[in-house]
């Protein structure tokens, strides 16, 4: 299932471009505008149920912070259990971690060792941007560590020219919204 052109637009048409930020040079993608515009959150919150109602999932699971805000909801919307991923230090109970590289230096994202308590759940990991693709990689790595069935890693947007979602195909398809 894909987005019309028209539908396409409402959603590019509500995320504002940030000069500069959080550095000189880089133009950052304000999904904010996006969630405080009714229709182009629908919008897209319409398309992403209509995709994976089909999928037969367990689980949505949302990579920290964004991927908190579309995973939950379309969770709801499809009646299957939300999981975070979140960055080290976070979840109260015993986890499962995975390192990942930055620009400079390394970070960390975990999950419950018992996220997913139903054998081979089929999971699909979401987040609102994947640029290098480090955390969604450590994400997707993570969720098969624990022995789910990753089935489908969902990106809002993707930038294409950093070629992040290269690493992620090695862990399962991916869909994104918007390429940039």
């Known amino acids: 299932m894909e987005l019309t052109k028209e539908d396409k637009k409402i959603i590019s048409n509500s995320i504002r471009d940030i000069k500069d930020f959080p550095k000189e040079g880089i133009v950052f993608k304000d999904i904010t505008t996006l969630l405080n515009n009714k229709e182009a959150y629908q919008t897209l919150m319409n398309h992403l149920e209509e995709r994976y109602n089909s999928y ?17 909801a379309l969770a709801d919307r499809l009646k299957v259990g939300f999981v975070p991923v979140r960055k080290k230090g976070k979840l109260p109970s015993t ?30 990991l979401i987040d609102d941007l994947i640029a290098t693709g480090g955390t969604a990689n450590a994400a997707a790595k993570l969720i098969k560590h624990v022995n789910a069935d990753l089935v489908e890693v969902c990106f809002l947007l993707n930038l294409t020219f950093l070629d992040g979602a290269k690493k992620v195909r090695e862990h399962a398809p991916v869909y994104s919204i918007l390429d940039i």
């Open 95 to 124: 986890t499962v971690c995975e390192k990942y590289e930055l620009e400079y230096g390394f970070d960390e994202v975990e999950i419950h060792l018992d996220a997913f308590p139903k054998a081979k759940a089929r999971v699909l």
């Open 56 to 72: 037969n999932l367990d689980y949505v699971a949302g990579i920290d912070s964004r991927g908190f805000i579309f995973g939950a």
